[in-house]
């Protein structure tokens, strides 16, 4: 008979490993949907890993809130931020 030590020993397999993604993958879209209260609320995609949140607001001055072109030209901008290593870049 032989013996049975193989069901008490833990498995060890290897741990999983998470995809690797370069940093000039990570990637925010901004999309904005509203402007309220002095605020433009925006809808958050993430390309890459991280998802920490999926909404933002970014806070208007009041001479943009009050000249109709600059706030319909705020409104019509999508934004990308580009997350490298630690910094980051935005394109309008």
Do not use: C
Not at 13 to 33: G, H
Request: no cysteine; hydrophobic share 30%; aromatic share 6%.
């Amino acid at each position: 008979m032989q013996p049975l030590r193989h069901l008490w020993e833990k498995r060890k397999d290897p741990p999983a490993q998470a995809p690797s993604v370069k940093p000039s993958q990570l990637t925010m879209t901004l999309f904005p949907t509203k402007f309220e209260n002095g605020k433009i609320e925006y809808k958050i995609r993430y390309k890459g890993r991280s998802r920490p949140f999926s909404r933002a607001k970014a806070l208007v001055t009041s001479e943009q809130s009050r000249d109709p072109t600059k706030l319909k030209e705020l409104l019509s901008q999508v934004l990308t931020i580009t997350l490298d290593g630690g910094t980051s870049s935005t394109n309008a």
